[in-house]
């Protein structure tokens, strides 16, 4: 008889929360449950989706033994809390980033996770990117020497009115920031050091209200020497950009792009290539494999399978990962504040 497959939950169906469902829903070797309270969105969604089992509460979820894993799509702050359920009732977890906006929620959290030995990832998705993987690999190898620099470019081409409400303090950098803090982290291979930020809100002045901006440039050092540059900008207006350079001391890369086809259109004595608008469209590829991966995650047949499967692709980010992109923010808001340069915190400590 074959075995039944398991049941994963997407708790929450907010933007995030829709890409992983879809995306979930192809997945064969699972089953696909959908939560949320609102019940107009989770009927549509369900019946789109084909879903398997439906919930209108969270503590349903986690009270139901058929569950074995669920993937936290929840609004950022709620991270801590939710990853702490899910790890009390023993479901595995994949949770989006951050993992919250503060790093003591976070350890509180990735305690819980500890004690309850559930299977845990993180949502970085550069990393399941095919370009970024590229990238990484290289430095594996070593085949242009190590690294030096390293520039990030992220940014979307607008920021509707609708995020504004009810954002938290410093959210780009909180938020936004974590992708590129984790990517420094990741390809260098190294912990950052120390970090310094300029942030401003040029485009969205009312912004500044909540201590927050739409545009920022920072610098971090990390430990093996490289230095990593970050451009963070909420209004790019001409599209969705996602793009980084990494010079090594042999050579450099360059990793992402900003058109979504090599179709270039000319006339009228100009060439131009379609540029890609949002950031599902650019990591499509991602979102389907880091989906992929947790099912991967949760059907693992022992504890031991599970940890082999995390050892040997990096893609999967850990709880640890998770809460040094925090600590690494928290220093950036420091430095903001302050107009200093400032040491990252060491994770064990406050």
Same mark, same amino acid.
């Given at each position: 008889?074959?075995?039944?497959?398991?049941?994963?939950? /997407?708790?929450?169906?907010?933007?995030?929360?829709?890409?992983?469902?879809?995306?979930?829903?192809?997945?064969?070797?699972?089953?696909?449950?959908?939560?949320?309270?609102?019940?107009?969105?989770?009927?549509?969604?369900?019946?789109?989706?084909?879903?398997?089992?439906?919930?209108?509460?969270?503590?349903?979820?986690?009270?139901? #033994?058929?569950?074995?894993?669920?993937?936290?799509?929840?609004?950022?702050?709620?991270?801590?809390?939710?990853?702490?359920?899910?790890?009390?009732?023993?479901? $595995?977890?994949?949770?989006?980033?951050?993992?919250? !906006?503060?790093?003591?929620?976070?350890?509180?959290?990735?305690?819980?996770?500890?004690?309850?030995?559930?299977?845990?990832?993180?949502?970085?998705?550069?990393?399941?990117?095919?370009?970024?993987?590229?990238?990484?690999?290289?430095?594996?190898?070593?085949?242009?020497?190590?690294?030096?620099?390293?520039?990030?470019?992220?940014?979307?081409?607008?920021?509707?009115?609708?995020?504004?409400?009810?954002?938290?303090? $410093?959210?780009?950098?909180?938020?936004?920031?974590?992708?590129? /803090?984790?990517?420094?982290?990741?390809?260098?291979?190294?912990?950052?050091?120390?970090? !310094?930020?300029?942030?401003?809100? /040029?485009?969205?002045?009312?912004?500044?209200?909540?201590?927050?901006?739409?545009?920022?440039?920072?610098?971090?050092?990390?430990?093996?020497?490289?230095?990593?540059?970050? $451009?963070?900008?909420?209004?790019?207006?001409?599209? !969705?950009?996602?793009?980084?350079?990494?010079?090594?001391?042999?050579?450099?890369?360059?990793?992402?792009?900003?058109?979504?086809?090599?179709?270039?259109?000319?006339?009228?004595?100009?060439?131009?290539?379609?540029?890609?608008?949002?950031?599902?469209?650019?990591?499509?590829?991602?979102?389907?494999?880091?989906?992929?991966?947790?099912?991967?995650?949760?059907?693992?047949?022992?504890?031991?399978?599970?940890?082999?499967?995390?050892?040997?692709?990096? #893609?999967?980010?850990?709880?640890?990962?998770?809460?040094?992109?925090?600590?690494?923010?928290?220093?950036?808001?420091?430095?903001?504040?302050?107009?200093?340069?400032?040491?990252?915190?060491?994770?064990?400590?406050?």
């Amino acid at each position: 008889m074959a075995a039944e497959k398991p049941l994963i939950v /997407i708790l929450g169906l907010g933007e995030m929360g829709l890409i992983h469902a879809r995306n979930l829903s192809k997945e064969r070797r699972v089953l696909l449950g959908l939560a949320s309270k609102r019940k107009e969105v989770l009927d549509k969604t369900a019946a789109e989706l084909a879903a398997d089992r439906t919930y209108s509460s969270f503590d349903a979820v986690f009270q139901d #033994s058929q569950v074995k894993g669920v993937v936290i799509a929840t609004p950022p702050p709620s991270h801590p809390h939710v990853i702490k359920q899910a790890a009390e009732a023993g479901k $595995h977890i994949f949770s989006e980033k951050p993992l919250g !906006y503060d790093s003591a929620s976070i350890r509180d959290a990735l305690d819980a996770v500890e004690k309850s030995s559930v299977r845990f990832t993180v949502g970085f998705n550069r990393r399941w990117d095919p370009d970024y993987i590229a990238a990484r690999r290289a430095v594996e190898a070593a085949t242009l020497g190590d690294p030096v620099v390293l520039k990030c470019t992220s940014g979307d081409p607008e920021y509707p009115e609708k995020y504004h409400r009810g954002a938290a303090k $410093h959210a780009m950098l909180k938020d936004l920031a974590v992708h590129d /803090i984790d990517l420094a982290r990741w390809l260098t291979r190294s912990e950052v050091k120390r970090v !310094y930020a300029i942030c401003d809100a /040029i485009s969205y002045p009312s912004l500044k209200e909540n201590q927050d901006a739409d545009v920022t440039v920072a610098i971090l050092e990390m430990a093996c020497g490289a230095k990593v540059i970050l $451009h963070l900008s909420r209004a790019f207006h001409f599209g !969705y950009d996602v793009t980084t350079e990494l010079f090594c001391k042999k050579g450099a890369m360059q990793i992402g792009q900003l058109h979504d086809n090599a179709v270039v259109t000319v006339k009228d004595r100009t060439s131009a290539l379609k540029v890609v608008w949002d950031f599902g469209e650019r990591f499509r590829v991602s979102f389907t494999r880091e989906m992929e991966g947790f099912a991967a995650l949760v059907l693992a047949e022992t504890a031991e399978d599970a940890a082999a499967l995390v050892a040997g692709d990096s #893609s999967y980010a850990s709880g640890e990962d998770g809460l040094a992109a925090t600590v690494v923010a928290e220093a950036l808001v420091k430095s903001y504040l302050s107009g200093m340069p400032e040491v990252v915190a060491e994770r064990g400590t406050e």
